[in-house]
């Protein structure tokens, strides 16, 4: 047998022992404290789900008034699927887009656009009228079913059975006036040329104030050969943890119980009207018009009849008090209301084939948005509408 260690080393050897048995409590209570706080968070969902009104400014309850006659777990599942998609692709021009597959509400394709209920043929159809529209998540459709979005519905106005016309959605998240002009360039040298292009915009223009394309940060450290740093990765995987996101709704529902819900609503609105862009406006309107000036120029060289569209944000002319989500996420678009003023005094510069959606919703008195600043099923086919009027001959009827 071997002897027990002794004297200095039998010291150290406890030690790394009592050390080794520290740190294995440390790590079991972690997850134990971490599956208390799933199974809460869990727990909290599932009662917002079912609980109706007995919570105060319960968004399960509010979600169903603008998802009128859908049962409250396909809302859910709705909005399950869209925020565990997989994440973005990568698109050689436009840097990404949407990541191609199929689900039980969202059908992104392999060519890059969207999916509204018809089986539309790629390439398109030369025996049809083709219609590309662009645009952001607005007008993809975030928070709606593949037949609830913009282009669906514009679909459906012109043509439903699509046998004349083909309306394609290549709209994509975070996408503004710059990347709509790469991927339309991309689209045009691959070959595939619609008959109509339709760009709408406003919204991601301003969010994106000083960004010349949304992945360049990232791309260019990946470039210089930078990685995430481990101290980087730890605090993402610690801020992911159940415990940690727990603790972040209690001080938030903590620190908010100064003031009821509904006055921290109103005081969230004031300040998003209280913070203008400035000369930043400007900036972002010229940006846009020579995008926008880019585009005109390959649709003439190509033989593409290009429609240009400024959409509505819920921070110009629409009632705030309807606004259902007003609290949720409206921060980063705080600056399209008083851009969106700077815009509407300027649209003399924006030439022809320039449709004014912005202000549809003035004086409208109801729920027009899943959530900050997405449109409902009802408002995306109003803003179709918008575009069909405003399009003229450009559309076939």
């Known amino acids: 047998m071997t002897a027990p260690p002794s004297g200095a080393s039998g010291v150290k050897a406890g030690a790394y022992a009592s050390a080794a048995i520290m740190v294995l409590n440390l790590l079991l209570g972690m997850v134990a404290l ?29 979600r169903q008034q603008v998802y009128p006659g859908w049962d409250k777990a396909d809302i859910q599942a709705l909005l399950k699927e869209r925020n565990t998609w997989p994440p973005y692709a990568y698109e ?11 689900g039980r509400f969202h059908t992104i394709g392999e060519h890059g656009f969207r999916l509204s209920g018809l089986d539309l043929p790629w ?69 595939y040329r619609p008959d109509v292009a339709i760009f709408v915009d406003g919204l991601n223009d301003f969010f994106h104030h000083d960004t010349f394309l949304f992945m360049s940060d990232a791309i260019g450290q990946a470039m210089a050969g930078q990685t995430v740093t481990t101290g980087q990765a730890l605090k993402r995987v610690l801020l992911d943890q159940p415990m940690v996101r727990l603790g972040n709704a209690v001080m938030a529902r903590l620190g908010g119980r100064a003031k009821p819900v509904a006055q921290q609503a109103d005081d969230s609105v004031r300040r998003l009207f209280q913070e203008g862009m400035g000369q930043r406006a400007d900036s972002v309107i010229d940006r846009y018009l020579r995008n926008k000036a880019l585009i005109e120029t390959l649709g003439r060289h190509y033989g593409v009849r290009t429609l240009f569209v400024w959409q509505p944000v819920p921070t110009y002319k629409y009632d705030l008090e309807s606004h259902l989500f007003r609290r949720e996420g409206m921060e980063p678009h705080a600056g399209s209301g008083s851009g969106y003023e700077r815009a509407a005094a300027r649209r003399a510069e924006f030439g022809k084939e320039f449709v004014w959606c912005a202000d549809i919703q003035d004086g409208r008195k109801e729920a027009l948005y899943v959530d900050a600043v997405h449109y409902t099923a009802a408002f995306s086919a109003d803003v179709a509408r918008c575009i069909r009027d405003g399009a003229g001959a450009l559309l076939p009827r």
Do not use: C
């Open 92 to 102: 050689p021009m436009a840097q990404f887009k949407e990541h191609p597959g199929t």
């Open 123 to 191: 390439p398109p159809d030369p025996a049809r009228t083709n219609v590309f529209v662009f645009g952001g998540s607005t007008v993809l459709g975030w928070g709606l079913a593949d037949g609830d979005t913009v282009p669906a519905h514009l679909q459906r106005q012109i043509d439903p059975g699509g046998t004349g016309v083909a309306v394609y959605n290549f709209a994509q998240s975070y996408y503004f006036s710059t990347h709509e002009l790469l991927l339309f360039q991309e689209q045009l040298m691959r070959g």
């Open 34 to 62: 971490n599956l208390l706080a799933w199974v809460a968070l869990t727990a909290i969902d599932w009662l917002k789900v079912r609980s109706g009104d007995a919570i105060p400014d319960n968004p399960w309850t509010l």
